[in-house]
């Protein structure tokens, strides 16, 4: 019926069986009054009131996996549901209760759920089901040793993350996915954050606080600081080697003091506009969004990789301004700049001798001269006709904007059905390296960190046959070395204040270019990765300053 059963009373109900709520409230008039050993089902239009008491039972279910209008009332109160049965509750769990997962089995929530609590993970598995977004985005987390957090290759928004548990971001055959935390807290994560082999998972850090990761993480998709701190706390490193950094303005990744190997590091020095104030440029792979500066010329480029899908392809785009695009270092395009302005109109171009299912760099500049821009890059191959790119063809290592380009006051985006989304702000981002050493450089793309690197006798090591520029003030004192056949570099900002009295070491196939207006001054050993004075690389001084050796 669709009435209201209460229970009260002084005893707890010792029945074993399950509780079933078929039509109406079952509402409970004090704590504990199902017996623990009880699974609650809760069909369609159904509601399971704690009324603000807390419960424990074996588990929860919905009568179908379809019954979305299942609900559950925390209240202030916590639930508890254990067992070792697998169960999926399709409904949605409201209030400002929390919930917590034991037993050994797996609990699927597959409803759009709106409980502001805490959510813990004793033992077994908490999975995702059906589609992103299924835990509220106030709702900390924590996944105590042996526990796991499945998102099941869902996009997931929760306050944060703590314990020691696992975390499982994608699943085999599945699409990439991110992990975002959106909390002010400060919490650590002892635990691994790992993805699937055919699916990449990432990991978004928003909010003033602190997270520190810990475990021996091997998720191969981006590592985006975008506010508060990053922090590594385990000696080998605990964001992936694979993994490309970007550290938003006001942002810090620090390292404190431990070894850290990143795919790449890049993030903006200060303001980027030319003119205004100085904002939040947020560009949205697929819907569009808003960007920073009221001014109608701008420049945009996009560096990453992109799957080949056979071993030759024909891309093609739309733009109406300039647009000019490279995979693997072959120019696929051609634009002319007459009078200050990017030549307009389409163009194609054909890359052969790919190996399908390869991973190859690539970039992309788009110049647009009006307010608003749409920018759609097509491909075609043996067996496909001409076709959007799709989203998961890309992994974007970065955006990179010099000083003094301009960006549109309306929405600016790439079209490519996507949902990535790279955001640079104003204030300068930070990387603490304490003692430790930072290794970026091994996806072989080229970034730029404008940013400040500070650390006591932190070191910085470069490797891959990218460029990573450094243009910030950077302050850290240790070492700083390029591997062989590590690429350039660049330093258009400044290694020490003034003096630098860290080693330099600089390996065979090298460059470390001095590229700056300030005067710098290397006071420590110049030497190749033998040792020998001078090294085999090369030192090149490009800006109009003065090095003093």
């Not at 939040?280 to 480029?301: A, L, Q, R």
């Not at 299912?357 to 821009?373: D, L, M, N």
């Not at 970026?440 to 490797?463: D, M």
Request: overall charge negative.
């Amino acid at each position: 019926g669709t009435g209201t059963l209460t229970f009260s009373g002084v005893s707890t109900n010792t029945y074993s069986g399950a509780t079933t709520v078929s039509a109406g409230t079952l509402t409970l008039g004090a704590a504990n009054k199902i017996s623990d050993s009880s699974t609650l089902v809760v069909s369609n239009n159904a509601t399971f009131n704690l009324g603000g008491n807390n419960e424990t039972v074996a588990s929860i279910a919905t009568s179908t996996t379809s019954d979305t209008a299942a609900s559950i009332t925390l209240g202030s109160a916590t639930l508890t549901s254990g067992g070792a049965t697998d169960t999926t509750f399709a409904g949605v769990v409201s209030g400002t209760g929390a919930m917590v997962k034991t037993g050994t089995g797996t609990l699927t929530l597959s409803g759009a759920n709106t409980y502001s609590g805490s959510t813990t993970i004793s033992v077994g598995t908490l999975a995702l089901g059906t589609a992103a977004e299924r835990i509220s985005n106030s709702s900390a987390v924590t996944i105590a040793d042996g526990a796991t957090f499945n998102l099941a290759s869902f996009n997931e928004t929760v306050a944060s993350i703590s314990g020691a548990g696992s975390i499982t971001l994608s699943t085999t055959g599945s699409t990439n996915n991110t992990l975002t935390l959106a909390g002010d807290a400060t919490t650590t994560f002892s635990g691994v954050i790992s993805d699937s082999a055919s699916a990449s998972g990432s990991i978004v850090k928003r909010g003033s606080g602190t997270l520190t990761l810990s475990g021996a993480n091997t998720y191969d998709g981006s590592t985006t600081v975008s506010a508060g701190t990053l922090a590594v706390g385990r000696s080998g490193g605990s964001v992936p080697d694979r993994s490309a950094v970007s550290v938003a303005g006001g942002a810090t990744f620090d390292i404190g003091g431990n070894n850290e190997e990143v795919g790449s590091i890049s993030g903006p020095k200060g303001g980027i506009c030319s003119s205004g104030t100085p904002s939040t440029i947020d560009v949205n792979w697929g819907s569009g969004g808003p960007v920073g500066c009221n001014t109608e010329d701008f420049m945009t480029y996009w560096t990453g990789y992109i799957q080949a899908p056979a071993t030759s392809v024909t891309f093609s785009w739309t733009s109406d301004d300039g647009f000019y695009l490279s995979m693997n270092d072959q120019a696929l395009s051609d634009w002319q700049e007459q009078g200050g302005e990017a030549n307009g109109g389409n163009g194609n171009g054909t890359i052969t001798g790919l190996v399908a299912g390869a991973w190859y760099p690539f970039e992309i500049w788009h110049h647009e001269r009006w307010s608003s821009a749409v920018v759609q890059l097509f491909w075609e191959y043996s067996g496909q006709s001409r076709v959007k790119v799709p989203a998961e063809r890309f992994s974007l290592d970065g955006v990179t904007a010099n000083t003094g380009v301009r960006f549109a006051a309306k929405n600016e985006y790439w079209d490519v059905s996507g949902s990535n989304r790279v955001a640079l702000s104003a204030s300068d981002p930070q990387i603490v390296l304490g003692s430790g050493v930072l290794t970026s450089g091994g996806n072989n793309s080229s970034t730029e960190f404008g940013g400040v690197i500070s650390g006591s006798s932190g070191s910085v090591i470069k490797v891959g046959s990218g460029a990573l520029t450094l243009s910030g003030a950077n302050t850290y004192s240790g070492a700083t070395t390029i591997s062989n056949s590590g690429g350039t570099l660049k330093v258009s900002g400044t290694l020490g204040s003034g003096s630098y009295g860290g080693a330099v070491t600089l390996g065979s196939s090298t460059t470390l270019e001095f590229a700056s207006s300030s005067n710098q001054t290397l006071t420590g050993a110049i030497a190749d990765v033998s040792g020998v004075s001078s090294g085999y690389g090369e030192l090149r001084l490009t800006g109009a300053s003065t090095l003093t050796l």
